[in-house]
């Protein structure tokens, strides 16, 4: 016993150190990148594009940011669901107190059976733009754009190697719910492996309008079920590379339950399932940290029952230092972004004491729930979105089976980011 709770203990410190230098090369870019605020930046014609089932609690504060932007020469598009949709009536609410005119707002016309209907709506909003527009820009209705987002969010496709630039989510929730904690927590580890990835988040992207012309990408994307993963294989196609833009770590403020944690989690798996090359690395990663953990817990009950004090300090030891180490990363990691988003204005003061230490117990907690969730998406066949039941067969095959009316029957459950 005593042999393999030390080969488990150095398995443990392994991890601790990989993870640690992932960290730390994320925290470096967002320490030492520069925000580019300049007036004279490459500032091309964009076309912002919001697609929506349903309102969202922050889609009026969304839209009054975006139209806002400091940014020369921009239109938004906005595709809704319906008519009917409740989120029309928000969009056009806001637009018409606003006296805006960059603002065009139209129904998904057509519902494509072999994709999400986020990404149909996507290709209709492209499929209407003209050759002016050199850039794209995709947005989430929960997220909340600063003044000079668009501005910063483009800048980078100065470069001609970059198709793609990207921030990434954050959540800092007003509640403090288990399901808020476990999401945070995620979340955390999950930018972390998208930088090493190089997966661009599609809820705060830019791409250029030529990757449309070097790529296969609107093919992709009428048979895809997310935007994310696919645009980055596009790219990949094209030779060209997605840039992290440090500055566009995007807030979300929205509470969660954990059943609604888990099927957004299972929805952002999926995606990567069906799209990412980086898939089974995600799963070798998942399987061996949850394993090796689960190994050392059983390990010490053994070992404790035994009376085998050596095994046990050597598997408790392991285990301790790897879950203080996850708790010990964190802070670096929420103070960098926390700077950023001060830097733009925005609250930050959302962690308490007694958050802190129900975080403490929210990581090993969120372990589990990732592990769980990570095993049913290998298996997993269908998933309902908003109201729309997808089927996923073999390869990248998508097709919707039933197709329903927005009802907001999850009023506890992570904002479904759209359509």
């Known amino acids: 016993m005593n042999e393999s709770a030390i080969v488990v203990f150095w398995i443990l410190i392994a991890m601790v150190v990989g993870q640690g230098l992932m960290v730390l090369g994320w925290l470096w870019v967002l320490l030492r990148r520069k925000q580019r605020r300049n007036t004279d930046v490459y500032c091309p014609k964009a076309a912002v594009i919001l697609c929506l089932r349903g309102s969202d609690p922050f889609l009026s504060d969304c839209v009054e940011a975006l139209l806002d932007q400091d940014y ?30 960059n603002v065009e707002i139209n129904p998904l016309s057509e519902r494509r059976g072999t994709c999400s209907l986020k990404t ?28 000079t987002w668009l501005r910063e969010l483009v800048a980078p496709l100065a470069d001609e190697q970059v198709g793609a630039a990207a921030g990434n989510r954050w959540y800092m929730p007003p509640e403090a719910s288990w399901g808020s904690l476990v999401r945070h927590a995620w979340n955390a580890a999950a930018v972390v492996q998208m930088y090493w990835y190089g997966i661009a988040w599609g809820g705060s992207m830019a ?25 980055c294989r596009a790219l990949v196609q094209a030779k060209l590379r997605v840039a992290f833009v440090p500055s566009a770590m995007m807030v979300n403020r929205e509470t969660c339950d ?43 009950l053994g070992a404790l029952l035994k009376t085998h004090w ?18 010990i990363m964190m802070v670096p990691m929420e103070a960098c972004v926390q700077r950023i988003i001060r830097a733009r ?12 230490a129900r975080i403490l117990l929210a990581i090993p907690l969120t372990q ?41 029957t999850h009023p506890n459950s992570p904002a479904a980011t759209s359509l």
Request: net charge negative; hydrophobic share 45%.
């Open 120 to 147: 149909a709506s996507l290709l209709q909003a492209i499929s209407g733009l003209d050759a002016s527009h050199e850039v794209v820009v995709s947005l989430d209705s929960d997220t909340i754009a600063y003044r």
């Open 72 to 101: 020369p020469d921009y239109e938004i598009k906005v595709v809704v669901d319906c008519r009917e949709d409740p989120a029309w009536g928000v969009v056009e609410e806001v637009v018409r107190r606003r006296g805006a005119t």
């Open 368 to 408: 589990v729930i990732y592990a769980a969730g990570l095993i049913s998406t290998l298996f997993v066949r269908t998933h309902e979105w908003r109201g729309i039941v997808y089927r996923f067969g073999g390869g990248q095959k998508v097709r919707v089976i039933e197709d329903r009316p927005y009802e907001d």
């Open 310 to 327: 050596e095994a046990a300090a050597w598997a408790g030891g392991g285990l301790a230092l790897y879950l203080a180490a996850m708790v």
């Open 345 to 356: 204005g925005e609250p930050t003061d959302w962690l308490t004491g007694a958050t802190m």
């Open 207 to 231: 791409l250029k309008t030529s990757v449309f012309r070097r790529s296969d990408l609107l093919d992709r994307l009428a048979h895809a079920f997310g935007e994310d993963s696919t645009i």
């Open 258 to 300: 954990v059943p609604g944690f888990f099927h957004f989690m299972q929805r952002q798996l999926l995606s990567v399932r069906l799209h990412n090359p980086w898939w089974w690395a995600v799963v070798v990663h998942g399987i061996v940290t949850s394993a090796t953990q689960l190994l050392a817990i059983g390990l010490l």
